[in-house]
């Protein structure tokens, strides 16, 4: 069964610091990864996506983030947060051309202080 | 910008009762979720809808739950007898097709309190 693993539950920065979120999934075959952002009372939101093709993919906002295969890893980095990235942030999977179930990560919670 | 929209947005319960929460999914998609999120914990999927039946359930969709696309706008999730652990948020979701696989677009959730 495919499972999503987020590192941190609750992350706090300064602004102007760099972010790296870990996402680490669990799934033999081909995947789509995805991370999703929820504002403070907001649905959740794509920050970007990784299909196929270049394994660094940028997203809206300065965010990135770099699927490595060989370490079942999709982390989310930005390098430098502002107040306004204070929001939960969800790394999910699903697997190839198998529809649009999507296994998400536990969320990480990421505070920016200003 | 087409949105997801969902209601209520908080729904409060006694154990037992039926909830209807309702959802309108981005009109020219044609794949429909729902998910949801007990508190603190991660969002787990539900249930997938497409061509008018369920396409895959999870195994927290027992009996107790149901999904409806009464007409070509709505699509709501229906829980029969309510419990304790069903106080979540619920998230609709919908996308356009499989060539857009996971590319979900959400709503704002219905938190449902049952007491």
């Known amino acids: 069964a495919q499972s999503v693993s987020q590192h941190n539950h609750h992350v706090i920065l300064s602004e102007a610091a760099s972010l790296e979120l870990g996402c680490n999934y669990s799934y033999g075959g081909t995947v789509n990864l995805f991370w999703y952002v929820q504002y403070p009372g907001q649905h959740l939101q794509l920050l970007l996506k990784y299909f196929s093709g270049d394994p660094l993919v940028k997203g809206i906002k300065g965010f990135e983030a770099e699927f490595i295969k060989s370490k079942f890893s999709f982390n989310l980095r930005k390098p430098s947060v502002q107040w306004s990235d204070t929001a939960e942030y969800f790394c999910a999977v699903n697997a190839y051309n198998q529809g649009g179930k999507l296994i998400f990560g536990q969320g990480t919670e990421l505070s920016v202080k200003p | 910008e087409p949105e997801v929209t969902q209601t209520p947005s908080h729904q409060v319960t006694q154990m037992g009762q039926e909830v209807i929460l309702r959802c309108v999914p981005i009109?020219?998609?044609?794949?429909f979720y729902w998910y949801r999120q007990i508190l603190g914990q991660k969002v787990e999927f539900l249930v997938s809808f497409y061509n008018n039946e369920i396409s895959e359930k999870s195994e927290i969709f027992d009996d107790q739950f149901s999904v409806e696309r009464p007409d070509g706008s709505n699509f709501t999730l229906k829980i029969r007898s309510t419990k304790l652990e069903d106080s979540a948020m619920y998230f609709c979701a919908s996308s356009e097709g499989l060539e857009n696989t996971g590319e979900l677009f959400f709503g704002e959730g219905s938190r449902l309190t049952v007491l």
């Open positions: 009109s020219n998609h044609l794949y």
